[in-house]
């Protein structure tokens, strides 16, 4: 290593092997999200970078410019055995959440200048697995959202808070019996958009009746604005992306199921909507993985096998006024936990072979960096298999033009306890915000007219990162880049966790956290590389 950048309190920076490289020394991989991007909301454009990490001097945030050289170090005042949590910006400030005691948790909004702005203790139902946290960009606030119970039933409750953490309005929504749970929420100019589900259960399971809504609050008060069905009586739609368009319209995507039950766990096919600001519907438009995107695919000479399992990463707006999906299709698995479960319960031998199978996950789990949850030989998890990239062109009135299948090599994602029994939506939007599926971003290099796709293969075999050429009516070309090309780490330790997020100027930055197999703490290394997709 290099010479020494700068010794705080807890965080040591060196200089790295790769060009421009700098290191964090002393993080606990445990909640670890990696480095993370500050975007700013109305150019898209990042203006720098940060670390929400835990040591052993306790639980830090680090700032970084769009160069990384080191900005500014907070250390955020909370129990020794806090965990890290979500982490958002709004626009003008940072919030960060440290769990604490069981059902409680701590919120801090931080400016980008180091200066902690506002701070807050909360209490939750600890039998969920925590709190959702969004940025409000319109006025620089937050949302916090959280499953609460009344003791008959169990419903959702939304806190919005100013920049400094206070109260706004505070709402609480109950179903008349059973479940209404809150898969996903996004904040748009002067509207909270949740999507919500009444239920008979928790997670989306098969056979149980589900009625999903997605419900439009005001910002300033927390009103019900509208209340869009999800459900039509005759398909079941699941949307897992929105945003809002040029025109203020809210554009939703997702995959459907033929019903009112989930009787598959592969859906029917997607589906793309849009809705006018106050609710009204503009388009909507069911594309059945046979008869619809199989017909397109068609014409490229792919195909898809079967039903599928799809989770939307990113809608954009194109130059003609149309949109482009980009996402990524999935399978679960439990069924090695079930037979490892019941090899377990007969005892003697074929209690050792669901031992040993689950010795074996466990490894695989540590070896890989995905998983959520902590790994043990005591159980089995749910195994999420990240697949192909599926590319969509929709027009301004949501037909689809074009679809694209880009293959590539598999990736398993393992769901241990309390995860395991998330489910559904909220299952993986937690699985995509710590960085586990192979979509990393999209963003459009320096000089070029056009967006490129950038995904992390770091499981692939050779690992790499590829950069895909996503326009409309064009080759989808594939650029590999060996990770070993890119700088990793000669000191011993073994990288984990290889990511990569967007940079300044069309750039992306690259990080991995190097670790000993026998040391607590590791190294977080990060530099710029420029992309070139020719």
Known sequence: MGGKLRDTDGAVLTEGNAPQETVVEGIYKEGLRGLRSIIDPESGECIGHFVFYKSDKGIKVLLFDPDLQPTHEVALHVAADGKVGSAVYNGTALAFIVYENAGSFSLFSISTNGEVIGSKSFTYSHEFTGVDLLPCTSDGGYYLLAQVSDGKSTGYQILKLSSDIKTIWDQRKYPEHGYLIADAAISLPGQLIVIQRESEAVSYSRNVRVKPDLVCYDEGNGDLLFTSPLYDKDYLAIPNQLIADKEGNIVIAGEYYEGERIKSDNSDGVFFKKLSASGDVLTYNLLSWEKGIQKQLAKTKLKLTGKNKVYFHNISLTDDGGYQVIAETFATSVGRKLLTSGLAMLGGDYEAIAESANQATCLAARSSGRYLGEPTEKEAPVTISAQDFLIFHFDAEGQLEEVTKIEKEYTKIFIYDPYMYVGGLKLARMINEFGFMDYAFCIRPEGSEQAVLIANCANASPKHFAIINITKGEEKKVRKIPIFEIGVNDDGRKPE??????????????????????????????????????
Not at 502 to 513: D, E, F, K, T
Not at 515 to 526: R, S, T
Request: aromatic content about 8%; glycine content about 14%.
């Open 497 to 534: 966790m290889v990511g990569v997020v967007p940079g300044a100027r069309g750039s992306m930055v690259i990080y991995y956290l190097s670790k000993g197999d026998k040391d607590n703490l590791g190294a977080l290394h990060m530099y710029k590389e420029t992309i070139n997709n020719e």
